[in-house]
T-cell receptor, first 117, second 112 residues
Framework: DADVTQTPRNRITKTGKRIMLECSQT?????MYWYRQDPGLGLRLIYY???????NKGEISDGYSVSRQAQAKFSLSLESAIPNQTALYFC????????????????FGPGTRLTVL | QKEVEQDPGPLSVPEGAIVSLNCTYS??????FMWYRQYSRKGPELLMY????GNKEDGRFTAQVDKSSKYISLFIRDSQPSDSATYLC????????????FGSGTRLSIRP
């Protein structure tokens, strides 16, 4: 089945460590996104990419970086993790809106629960 | 002030009840309004989409947008235990907008 997968699903790390979260998709979508979800704050956009050569900052990009290795792969890195980056991280993909579906439907992966001690 | 406000709940209702979930927003430029459903330990998935004002019905679900009041609602009729999830409203200015603003989500529990 076409899907969005994320690895790892859970990760506990220590302050100051570098960590990478990976996302792969088989939907054939050009657009990929990274969000974090915190209780009471909802989903907030970290970075997004509309194709392999296009990377854009989102609402809360400080302390994060991304790499779009291929159409199907989009990685999120925390260069030096800090405790307030403890959150649930989601990767999402979307296709271009079409006449039959004139809106930006995003397809989410299962999430990575990250804890920074 | 957040662009999108959503009551976090939790909301607990008996099976068969009508559920009303709501969001308010401040940006009058929003034109595309969505509801995502998120089950525990899963990513959100699109449930309903509405463009501009009006109602849209899909089975037991009805999405309503009142742009004059900057208020959107999701109604669930004949609620089922399988409807227990977190519901997030979401909205954007354009159809291909990169930026979708999500509400914080309302946790809903349907008691058998």
């Amino acid at each position: 089945d076409a899907d969005v997968t994320q690895t790892p699903r859970n990760r506990i790390t220590k302050t100051g460590k570098r960590i990478m979260l990976e996302c792969s998709q088989t939907k054939g979508h050009d657009r990929m996104y990274w969000y974090r979800q915190d209780p009471g704050l909802g989903l907030r956009l970290i970075y997004y990419s509309f194709d392999v050569k296009d990377i854009n900052k989102g609402e809360i990009s400080d302390g994060y970086s991304v790499s779009r290795q291929a159409q199907a792969k989009f990685s999120l890195s925390l260069e030096s993790a800090i405790p307030n980056q403890t959150a649930l991280y989601f990767c999402a993909t979307s296709d271009l809106p079409k006449t039959s579906r004139p809106y930006n439907e995003q397809f989410f992966g299962p999430g990575t629960r990250l804890t920074v001690l | 002030q957040k662009e999108v406000e959503q009551d976090p709940g939790p909301l607990s209702v008996p099976e068969g009840a009508i559920v009303s979930l709501n969001c308010t927003y401040s940006n009058s430029a929003f034109q595309y309004f969505m509801w995502y459903r998120q089950y525990s330990r899963k990513g959100p998935e699109l449930l309903m989409y509405t463009y501009s004002s009006g109602n849209k019905e899909d089975g037991r679900f009805t999405a309503q947008v009142d742009k004059s009041s900057k208020y959107i609602s999701l109604f669930i009729r004949d609620s089922q235990p399988s409807d227990s999830a977190t519901y997030l409203c979401a909205m954007s200015v354009g159809s291909s907008a990169s930026k979708i603003i999500f509400g914080s989500g309302t946790r809903l529990s349907i008691r058998p």
